[in-house]
Nanobody, 122 residues
Framework: QVQLVESGGGLVQAGGSLRLSCAAS????????MAWFRQAPGKEREFVVD????????YNNDSVKGRFTISRDNVKNTVYLQMNSLKPEDTAVYYC???????????????WGQGTQVTVSS
């Protein structure tokens, strides 16, 4: 079993930055691909970005590419999402997930965190 705990969310003005963390316990994260998802009010959960065990990343679309960066520290058993130039449309609950690289992007992660709220004011 892997327990994932997100942190780092909060309220920020448009143009600001936040760094989300996803800390794992139970097993080492180095065995898993990791992903960040987000769900805005009234919308479906959407894939944001993932990272393979060796560090390769894939981004959902151009809306976050160049602004968001995923990274992992397997020693600290933590995955990060650096979010810069935030926009009001980035407002959502952000979730991290762990699983197989072929599945985690599709929302079929084996483990999920409880989420952290990000609110971007205009």
């Amino acid at each position: 079993q892997v327990q994932l705990v997100e942190s780092g969310g909060g309220l920020v003005q448009a143009g600001g930055s936040l760094r989300l963390s996803c800390a794992a316990s139970g097993r080492t994260l180095s065995n898993y691909a990791m992903a960040w998802f987000r769900q805005a009010p009234g919308k479906e959960r959407e894939f944001v970005v993932d990272i393979s065990r060796t560090g390769g990343s894939r981004y959902n679309n151009d809306s976050v590419k160049g602004r968001f960066t995923i990274s992992r520290d397997n020693v600290k058993n933590t995955v990060y999402l650096q979010m810069n130039s935030l926009k009001p449309e980035d407002t959502a609950v952000y979730y991290c997930a762990a699983g197989d690289y072929g599945k985690v992007q599709a929302g079929m992660g084996d483990y999920w965190g409880q989420g952290t709220q990000v609110t971007v004011s205009s």
